[in-house]
């Protein structure tokens, strides 16, 4: 089973798929250990991991297929894969999509703003005209490599022209061979309720991130209200953020770590966890 396949199983399930976001293969191992079902990887994480600079359109799309490469590898469940705007015309869209299909992607999301984009919750978006995204998405359609791999449309109109815009871009991009929508940063629980009542018998995708334009719902909150799937796509690079940076700090002011040892995995956990003794086994065996 291709990692399509495997998503597209997860979602003929009653119950949402929850997404966290990861930007690396260790992020990604650490996140699926704890028993999801699938991850994001989203532009915003890996322009802080790989540049430490915003999400304002600096990475390029090698530089995405080879963080989700990473990311697929080290994993066995299924990765929905942020294609930013395809990176160019139809034909980079097309280009875009069968690189990360072969990264191994199981679903890539493609989205209508204009580059350089920007994260979906900043001001200042601006969007494309939606036939010409429309063309985007039909050629990514074209080109799929496996019939399997998911095509999700995403809209940034909400904040240009409103949610009524952006509900009838999302109708249009559907129409046009995508597989999934993904209407970015709706306002309001009303907002919400409004897509999902826009498009009953559609794979509807949500985005939580904390301190966004989005309510910070739970999970069960949005399946009611009939998204299939939610990402929490910054939660990782914020909480590693925070837990590093209060251990550096008691690192600094005291001049060890004895004071926070116990907010940190040791060396023989660590190393177990990503799987030396696996290695010295195969190492043993090869010799």
Same mark, same amino acid.
């Given at each position: 089973m291709d990692a399509g396949e495997k998503l597209r199983e997860r979602l003929s399930k009653d119950e949402i798929l929850v997404l966290p976001g990861v930007y690396d293969a260790l992020t990604a191992k650490i996140t699926a250990a704890q028993g999801f079902d699938g991850l994001v990887m989203g532009g915003y994480q890996v322009a802080a991991s790989r540049l430490a600079q915003p999400d304002v359109g600096y990475l390029t799309m090698t530089e995405m297929r080879d963080s989700l490469r990473a990311i697929t590898q080290a994993v066995d469940v299924p990765v929905v894969a942020d294609g930013d705007t395809g990176y160019g015309n139809a034909l980079c869209a097309q280009r875009t999509f069968r690189e990360f299909e072969w990264a191994g992607a199981a679903a890539v999301l493609l989205e209508d703003q204009v580059w350089p984009k920007r994260c *979906?919750?900043?001001? *200042?978006?601006?969007?494309?005209?939606?036939?010409?995204?429309?063309?985007?998405?039909?050629?990514?359609?074209?080109?799929?490599?496996?019939?399997?791999? +998911?095509? +999700?449309?995403?809209t940034d109109a909400r904040a240009v022209y409103g949610i009524d815009a952006a509900i009838e871009r999302g109708k249009l991009y559907l129409d046009s061979g995508a597989d999934a929508l993904f209407i970015e940063a709706p306002q309001s629980v009303e907002e919400l309720e409004k897509i999902g009542k826009s498009f009953p018998d559609t794979i509807l995708v949500a985005n939580m991130i904390e301190g966004g334009r989005t309510p910070n719902l739970t999970a069960k909150d949005l399946e009611e209200m009939g998204f299939s799937i939610v990402f929490w796509p910054c939660t990782a690079v914020y909480a590693i953020s925070k837990a590093l940076a209060d251990v550096m700090h008691h690192l600094r002011v005291d001049g060890n770590t004895r004071n926070c040892e116990d907010k940190m995995m040791h060396f023989s956990e660590f190393n177990k966890f990503i799987g030396l003794d696996k290695y010295n086994e195969l190492d043993e065996k090869y010799k």
């Open positions: *979906g919750h900043m001001a *200042g978006k601006q969007v494309v005209d939606a036939a010409l995204h429309a063309k985007k998405l039909r050629a990514a359609a074209d080109a799929k490599l496996r019939e399997s791999t +998911i095509l +999700i449309a995403r």
